[in-house]
Nanobody
Framework: VQLQASGGGLVQAGGSLRLSCAAS????????VGWFRQAPGTEREFVAV????????YYADSVKGRLTISRDKAKNTASLQMNSLKPEDTVVYYC????????????????WGQGTLVTVSS
């Protein structure tokens, strides 16, 4: 499975962006899909995950109510709708497939995409 994240860009505080994670390979739908973000010099931070079955979602407390994760199994994609963006949301966002274990732990993920940069201006 190969993942390609896209949709990042420059937006003003309070604005919205929609990130997409496009996957090659049918096995993408076997896995939960997570979004993480990472600032330079820091560890990768959990943002949200959607399960492979019924699509249960979990979010980091810092993004609850502002970000929404979804997936389209027919299109082999996952998305992250980002609303009410804040300057502190400015980092690179990554998508990846969850291989089991704790959803919030990046070590439980594989098939990382290359990341897409989100910049929120104040």
């Amino acid at each position: 499975v190969q993942l390609q994240a896209s949709g990042g860009g420059l937006v003003q505080a309070g604005g919205s962006l929609r990130l997409s994670c496009a996957a090659s390979g049918r096995r993408f739908n076997w896995y939960a899909v997570g979004w993480f973000r990472q600032a330079p010099g820091t560890e990768r931070e959990f943002v949200a995950v959607i399960t492979e079955g019924v699509g249960t979602t979990y979010y980091a407390d810092s993004v609850k109510g502002r970000l929404t994760i979804s997936r389209d199994k027919a299109k082999n994609t996952a998305s992250l709708q980002m609303n009410s963006l804040k300057p502190e949301d400015t980092v690179v966002y990554y998508c990846a497939c969850h291989f089991g274990g704790r959803y919030y732990d990046p070590r439980e993920y594989s098939y990382w995409g290359q990341g897409t940069l989100v910049t929120v201006s104040s």
